[in-house]
């Protein structure tokens, strides 16, 4: 098992910047992605951006590439995303997900293990 918890969100305004954690916990070892997606009210599950635990490759969704950016600190098994040039559209749940398997990276259906979720807020 892997346990997830994010941390970082907040209400900042447009253009601002804010840094979200994701500290895993237990069988990190078995970690092959880790990942963002976030959920605002009324929508879908959508996809942020991805980091490969080994090798540190990342992918981002087209909404927020050159603006988001993902890192990972492994001797601390955790996960950030630097958000900046925030918009109101940015406003959402943010989750933290991993899983163990090789998968498309953006399908949420195949992320085995997830966070709880931070609010993100970005006022105009």
């Known amino acids: 098992q892997v346990q997830l918890v994010e941390s970082g969100g907040g209400l900042v305004q447009a253009g601002g910047s804010l840094r979200l954690s994701c500290a895993a916990s237990g069988r990190t070892f078995s970690m092959y992605v880790m990942a963002w997606f976030r959920q605002a009210p009324g929508k879908d599950r959508e996809f942020v951006g991805a980091i490969r635990w080994s090798g540190g490759s990342t992918y981002y969704a087209d909404s927020v590439k050159g603006r988001f950016t993902i890192s990972r600190d492994n001797a601390k098994n955790t996960v950030y995303l630097q958000m900046n040039s925030l918009k109101p559209e940015d406003t959402a749940v943010y989750y933290c997900?991993?899983?163990?398997?090789?998968?498309?990276?953006?399908?949420?259906?195949?992320?085995?293990?997830w966070g709880r979720g931070t609010q993100v807020t970005v006022s105009s």
């Open positions: 997900a991993a899983r163990t398997v090789v998968g498309q990276y953006s399908d949420y259906g195949t992320y085995e293990y």
